[in-house]
């Protein structure tokens, strides 16, 4: 054992004393820029609301460029009229420039906030009012989460999920 001991001890010592080039190795965040210098921040309910407003107010812009700035880099988008999960901006933009053509506007019928240290949820139920070509109004009934991260002194769409209604609204399933 004691040889065992000696031989380590010997091996460690040639290994620690042999000439290593310096590297910095450095571990990159997504939100390194903010998570290691931000302390603890949050918002009320009322203020996490209003980024729905605010969003809502960019559709009416109908500028993709308007609504997907309210996304970060890094965020996903789970569409409601998309199979595809937009995970970039110029994809969150592609699918807005798409979905603008209808002139959406939202209403929030009910809605759960939560808010913790940097992050906050607004998931619940809303209505879009979507214009066809021709004027015609059509009311989708769907439900909905934004995740919300607070970055770069900003709070930004982390995560967005939309989805219609999978039952007519009124009307109890029959099992």
């Known amino acids: 054992m ?9 091996t460690f010592a040639a290994v620690v004393s042999l000439p290593v080039q310096a590297e910095t190795i450095q571990f990159v965040h997504p939100h390194a ?7 603890c921040v949050k918002a009320t309910e009322t ?5 729905f407003d605010e969003w809502n107010a960019a559709l ?4 993709p460029e308007n609504v997907s700035s309210l996304y970060a880099h890094d965020a996903v988008l789970l569409a409601t009229v998309s199979n595809k999960p937009r995970t970039n901006h110029a994809e969150i933009e592609d699918y807005f420039a798409h979905f603008l053509q209808k002139k959406p ?10 808010i913790g240290c940097n992050t906050a949820s607004d998931t619940g ?6 214009h066809d070509k021709h004027g015609k109004k059509t009311k989708v009934e769907a439900r909905y989460s934004f995740v919300y991260e607070y970055d770069d002194d900003q709070w930004l769409i982390e995560h967005h999920h939309s989805s219609m209604m ?10």
């Open 166 to 175: 999978p039952e007519k609204v009124g009307h109890k399933k029959i099992h």
């Open 2 to 10: 004691r040889n065992i001991f000696v031989a380590l001890s010997l």
């Open 33 to 39: 820029e903010t998570h290691n210098t931000v302390t």
């Open 105 to 114: 506007q939202g209403k929030i019928d009910s809605r759960m906030i939560s």
């Open 60 to 63: 009416a812009t109908l500028n």
């Open 125 to 130: 139920l809303y209505t879009f009012t979507l």
């Open 47 to 51: 203020e996490i609301a209003a980024l």
